[in-house]
């Protein structure tokens, strides 16, 4: 299992950013991703989940302003990032979860780095 995030970056509050997850070794279509991330000297907080059935599921802090979207033609996840906040800065990571748990982790990406600031 192979899971390959990118397009971190520097962004200014109010801005957007587009992450982007590229999976290989499993049976993506069916299978269950998770946006998670951590903040510096923070736990880990769940962000977003898609279930192999399609249905997509948004923590409250990012509800209206993140969007998660898969491609099972190009085993991607894509995690679109709008009216960015200071708060948002973290590693963010995409991780293969169980269906029946979005925060069940079987297998984790390297993470990237998103930061906030103006």
């Known amino acids: 299992v192979q899971l390959v995030e990118s397009g971190g970056g520097l962004v200014q509050p109010g801005g957007s950013l587009r992450l982007s997850c590229t999976a290989s070794?499993?049976?993506?279509?069916?299978?269950?991703i998770s946006w998670t991330r951590q903040a510096p000297g923070k736990g880990l907080e769940w962000v977003s989940g898609?279930?192999?059935?399609?249905?997509?599921y948004y923590a409250d802090s990012v509800k209206g302003r993140f969007t998660m979207t898969r491609d099972n033609a190009k085993k991607t996840v894509d995690l679109q990032m709008n009216s960015l906040k200071p708060e948002d800065t973290a590693v963010y990571y995409c991780?293969?979860?169980?269906?029946?748990?979005?925060?069940?982790?079987?297998?984790w990406g390297q993470g990237t780095q998103v930061t906030v600031s103006s």
């Open positions: 070794g499993f049976t993506f279509d069916t299978s269950s």
């Open positions: 991780a293969l979860v169980t269906y029946i748990d979005l925060t069940a982790y079987k297998n």
């Open positions: 898609s279930r192999g059935d399609g249905n997509t």
